[in-house]
Each structure stands twice: as C-alpha cells, then as structure tokens.
C-alpha cells in the first residue's frame, strides 16, 4: 500500500471550513492539514470537487438472499422468510456463492459503503467452501466487511408460539424430520474463524451471528456470548423486528426478548441487537443500561410493514444507534444512501415535536460512528480523524445533490442517489474510482450473476413452490399474533387503520 494525498477536499462535518488535504500511509489517514500546508505525497488525487465523508457501515446484511432480488412483496416477515431460508436450498456451488456475495458487495460500495456486515445463512447443511468462498469475494472487491454465518440451533418453525396447534401434525413431523448440521459443528466453524479472523486485525473479519433469541435454545445463546467474550468480537442478532416477535418473547419467557437476553447476560458493548422495533421503555432502559447497541433497517422495516423503531427515545437513553440494510429477498437492495435518507425521512413520522424528530447529521452519524461504535471498531472506522483506518468516499460537488450548495450533509443525505460517487478508499486502497471498481471486473461478474441466476431460477421456482404448505399455518400463526396482548406501554410502530 502506498501514501496518497486527497488535495482540497471538502470535509463532511467541516464544510464551511477550509479545504483540506488528507495525507493517507499505508491503511491510515497520517495527517489532515489546510491545503497547500504541506507537499502532496505519493499519489495525488484532486479532491477539490469532491465532498469527503467517512465510507458508510452497513450494519446488517444477508448476502445469501442475493439471487432472490424482486421475487417478493405484500408479506410479512415470518411469511416471507420461509422463502429466502428454506429447509430445502437451492444447491449451489462454491463459485455461485462467490458471485451472489459480489452482487450485493458491488451495490454497498456504490452506494458509499466501506464496510459490511454480512449475516449469511449456511443452514440446513453447513458447506465450508461457501464461507470460505464469501470470504474470498469480500478480499477481492475490496471492501471491509464481518462476516457471520447464522448460528442457531431451533429450527425457524419452532421459533414461534402455536405450531403445535396451527401446523397440521403430519407437516410438523416432516418439518422435524430435517437434520441440519449438528450446531456444535457450527459452533466449532466460529471458533476457528474466530482466531483466524478478528476484524481489528482483519479487513476482512468475523463476527458472531446468533440469529435470534427465539431460534437459540438458552446454553446455545450462552455459548455464542462466550465464544465472543472469549475473542473480544462483536455480535448481532435480531430482536423483536415484528409484533409476532414481541408476542412470542411473551409466550416463551413471560418477557420481552431484551428482558430475556438481559437475564441471561448477553446484553453488552459490541453487541447489535437488529431492528429492534417493537420494545417499551423498560427495554430501552434494559438495552441502555447494557452499553448494547440498536441498529434501524428503516427500509426492510418498511417493505416488510414490521414498523418503525422509537429511535429518538434510543438516543434519548444515551443508546448507540446504528444502520444496516438487510437482505436483497426482502428488500432488495444494499444501498446504505437508502438507508440513511429512509431513517432521516420515515423517523419524521414519529412523534408531533418537530424538534425531536431525527435530522440529517443524525442519520449520517448512525450510518458511520454509530456503525463503528455498535462493532467495537470505533477506534479504527466511521471518522475522518488522523490514525483512524483510510476508508473514505468522495461524492462530486459538481452534480445535481450539491447544486447549488448549501448543507453538504443534508443534500448527500436526502438527494444523493449514488450516482455522484467518484471515490472509495478502503484500508489506504482505491476500490472505486470515476465510475469504476478497480479490483475487480463489475461487468464480468454482473454478466456471470445473470448467467447463474438463468440456470438457477426454475430451482428456485421449484424450492418456492415446495414452501406452499407451510403458508397457512403460518398465516394463521401470524393472524393470532396480531390479536395477542403485548406491553400496553410498547411504542406504536405501526399505523393501525380500521378495515
Ligand atoms: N429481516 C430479517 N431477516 C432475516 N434473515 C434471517 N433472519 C432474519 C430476521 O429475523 N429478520
């Protein structure tokens, strides 16, 4: 890696001030100065057109969905994800996997992602060449990224109250009859990558992915939060991304899930707790007493109408917020300038205060310290700082988000869409220059991903159809759901409308 100098930047965060020189050695930026304070060094970059913002953290992510894109719409979430995680998946090959992880990492880095957090499901039967094939494609395109791979060890359809009364018994018994990969072999996967990959020393690193609180038995969950104190890495689960889920955590531990994974003392700094829509204040108190962070995915929130986090009330509490995207079956997309101008726009909706209502520089700051605090990285990424890691984008000043301008954040936050990205430094490389991915061949992979998913796509029609079954009682499970009690003190995340 060699010294770059990006002359005359504009710096988010100091866009009334001067221009400035970044001085990056190496993987670091070594010095920041005024410009013209001191001589360029090795490469020179003109930064002069260019607003400067630390790269995006896509907090959350499902590489795993990526062939799915744009197959689904008008389900929830307990619905919908029996289709992207099926018992039975579309067998694929190492090579398949290193290009469906590509096509997501391709659209993060266009979208001023610098660093992704990829959840990528390996169940029912763990394949150690598809991990080891994601890893590699994170490696060649250059982003940063931690990558988990789900760890859970009950099944998804017994993670939910009323299955043994709403799923007929000959279903159940089939369902039952799937063996997945013993978890303690998952387990010992995650260990392995543990000592071999730590994200403080590795761009490319692991973390610890427990899928949910209601999809790991107790000692399961408590063996993830060993592994990962025993490591020092970070952690991500979902928690109470839906209604469904709050009543379940009721069902199943007479609790909220929070209160649950407090007692079992999981709640701890470095650790995401995703989505987090559906809580009260006393699991906000819970979580903030914890140094736990939240992450908002507004738009999967959305396209799945599982809700809106109370995220004022989470900063109120002094909660680390931070953003993530999720997976491309859902949402479709991994675009983080998404998921930060849906957290500014979608959060006005909470609340008749306009002055509590979530700004801009807010959502910008979730999207990038927030992001780096929730990983423990925080030292390292989500700064424009001298010693901080070099993972920086440089959108133009020269096109229609910043013309004229007047508010560098608020425009890229609301009206950038992407297309303004010039460049993207990540660990002290240029991976993303005029137009360009530098390290690897877009068009290439984009062709062979069309290619794939050709050959795949009557397979996934079939997987699709062989789901049919279990719709009804799932819809049926979902439906008494939605008339269960929960906390009368939960925020309201949904609008409920009269039929
Ligand atoms: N949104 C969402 N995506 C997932 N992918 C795997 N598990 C989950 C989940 O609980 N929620």
């Keep these: 890696m060699d010294s770059i100098t990006l002359t005359a930047a504009t710096l988010a965060g100091n866009e009334r001030g001067r221009a400035t020189d970044i001085f990056i050695e190496a993987d670091r930026i070594a010095d920041l100065q005024p410009t013209g304070a001191r001589p360029p060094q090795g490469t020179v970059i003109d930064a002069s057109r260019l607003l400067v913002t630390p790269g995006f953290i896509d907090g959350h992510h499902h590489s795993h969905e990526n062939y799915l894109k744009g197959r689904f719409e008008g389900q929830p979430l307990e619905l919908v994800m029996n289709f992207v995680r099926p018992l039975k998946p579309v067998p694929l090959t190492a090579r398949q996997v290193y290009v469906r992880t590509l096509i997501s990492a391709i659209q993060a880095i266009r979208s001023g992602a610098t660093t992704l957090v990829d959840d990528m499901n390996v169940s029912p039967m763990l394949d150690r060449s598809h991990v080891d094939a994601a890893f590699q494609a994170y490696e060649d395109c250059g982003i940063r990224a931690l990558l988990g791979f789900t760890l859970f060890d009950r099944p998804f359809f017994r993670a939910m109250p009323f299955v043994e009364e709403e799923f007929p018994a000959e279903l159940l018994a089939q369902l039952d009859a799937v063996r997945p990969t013993p978890a303690g072999d998952i387990l010992a996967l995650a260990r392995e990558m543990a000592r071999s990959r730590h994200p403080s020393e590795h ?69 995401a ?3 987090a829509v559906w809580l009260t204040p006393a699991d906000i108190s819970i979580i903030a007493a914890s140094g736990a962070s939240v992450q908002h995915n507004p738009t999967v929130n959305m396209k799945l109408g599982s809700g809106l986090m109370p995220m004022r009330e989470m900063l109120d509490a002094g909660i680390n917020v931070s953003l993530g995207t999720d997976g491309c079956g859902l949402v479709e997309t991994a675009d983080m300038l998404r998921a930060v101008s849906n957290t500014a726009y979608v959060q006005k909706l909470r609340g008749n205060d306009p002055d509590r209502w979530i700004t801009a520089p807010e959502a910008f700051h979730a999207a990038t310290k927030g992001g780096a605090r929730a990983l423990g990285l925080e030292k390292q990424i989500g700064e424009i700082k001298v010693g901080m890691k070099a993972d920086l984008s440089g959108y133009s000043l020269d096109q229609i988000a910043f013309v004229p301008l007047n508010d560098p954040i608020r425009q890229l936050v609301y009206a950038e869409t992407g297309s303004g990205l010039r460049l993207s430094i990540v660990d002290g490389t240029v991976i993303f220059r005029d137009g360009k991915l530098t ?61």
Excluded: N, W
């Excluded at 109470?240 to 531990?253: C, F, H, K, P, S």
């Excluded at 909220?256 to 007692?263: E, Q, V």
């Excluded at 794939?452 to 009557?458: D, F, K, M, N």
């Design 203 to 271: 761009r490319v690193g692991y973390i610890v992915a427990p899928s949910a609180p209601q999809r790991c038995t107790d000692d399961f969950l408590k063996a993830t939060r060993s592994l990962a104190d025993e490591f020092d890495l970070p952690v991500m689960t979902h928690v109470q991304e839906t209604r469904l889920q709050a009543v379940t955590g009721q069902i199943m531990y007479g609790s909220s899930m929070f209160a649950h994974l407090d007692r079992l003392g999981f709640l701890k700094e470095k650790t």
């Design 273 to 275: 707790l995703i989505h």
């Design 439 to 499: 390290l690897i061949d877009e068009a290439a992979i984009l062709r062979e991903a069309q290619e794939i998913h050709a050959e795949l796509e009557p397979i996934i029609t079939a997987v699709e159809e062989s789901v049919a079954p279990l719709l009804a009682p799932y819809r049926r499970i979902h439906a008494r759901c939605l008339c269960h009690p929960i906390a009368s003190d939960t925020y309201p995340a949904r609008f409920e409308c009269a039929l």
